[in-house]
């Protein structure tokens, strides 16, 4: 059975940092594709940042590119998202989640445009994330 933790948000003011982490136990991690999510009340979820499962290809929405990292760490089956400059638009509910490509070709083909959120099997319950001004 997959499980799917995040962890790490909390309410910081407009301009400071958060790293969010994720664990995922139940599956062979280098193998998935991760993605972090976000939904603010009354939006739709949209994708954030993924990454392929060896860590060399990494998606980011428009909104947070140069403010915003993923990273991952096979080794000990968690996934990061370091946040910079957080803006009071960043408040939101985070989800970890996890898709699986058939082959690193796949997943890469998939993260150099986008990152789809159908594509996404297993997810967490979420962190919430609060910036304010």
């Known amino acids: 059975q997959v499980h799917v933790v995040e962890s790490g948000g909390g309410l910081v003011q407009a301009g400071g940092s958060l790293r969010l982490s994720c664990t995922a136990s139940g599956l062979l991690f280098r193998d998935y594709t991760l993605g972090w999510f976000r939904q603010a009340p009354g939006k739709k979820r949209e994708g954030v940042a993924c990454i392929n499962g060896i860590g060399t290809t990494t998606y980011y929405t428009d909104s947070v590119k140069a403010r915003f990292t993923v990273d991952r760490d096979n080794t000990n089956n968690t996934l990061y998202l370091q946040m910079n400059s957080l803006k009071p638009e960043d408040t939101a509910m985070y989800y970890c989640?996890?898709?699986?490509?058939?082959?690193?070709?796949?997943?890469?083909?998939?993260?150099?445009?986008?990152?789809?959120?159908?594509?996404?099997?297993?997810w967490g319950q979420g962190t919430q994330v609060t910036a304010s001004s």
């Open positions: 989640a996890v898709a699986y490509y058939d082959g690193d070709a796949a997943s890469v083909g998939v993260l150099l445009r986008r990152c789809p959120e159908g594509d996404f099997e297993y």
